[in-house]
């Protein structure tokens, strides 16, 4: 069975920085790429950013493209999010998603508020 679990999210003032983090268990984790995604209140869900299986190939949604940096590190069976430069409108629940099975994590919330 797949398991996800977010962890880093918080309350942060604009401009701040997190690091979220997502340990995965259950598969083999080089064999899948990752994806985060966030959904704000009263929005649908949203992909922010994407990694393959070993990190050569990231994209991110225009939103986040420069502020934010996805990796993996699969010796830890983790995929990572750097947050930097947060705006207000980056409030949301985080979710990391695998995207060969299609499992979520339970999310971690963001909140950036001054």
């Known amino acids: 069975q797949v398991q996800l679990v977010e962890s880093g999210g918080g309350l942060v003032q604009p401009g701040g920085s997190l690091r979220l983090s997502c340990a995965v268990s259950?598969?083999?984790?080089?064999?899948?790429?990752m994806k985060w995604y966030r959904q704000a209140p009263g929005k649908e869900r949203e992909l922010v950013a994407e990694?393959?299986?070993?990190?050569?190939?990231?994209n991110y949604a225009d939103s986040v493209k420069g502020r934010f940096t996805i990796s993996r590190d699969n010796a830890k069976n983790t995929v990572y999010l750097q947050m930097n430069t947060l705006k207000l409108e980056d409030t949301a629940v985080y979710y990391c998603?695998?995207?060969?099975?299609?499992?979520w994590g339970q999310g971690t919330q963001v909140t950036v508020s001054s």
């Open positions: 259950g598969f083999t984790f080089s064999s899948s790429a």
């Open positions: 990694i393959s299986r070993f990190g050569r190939v990231r």
């Open positions: 998603n695998v995207a060969l099975s299609g499992s």
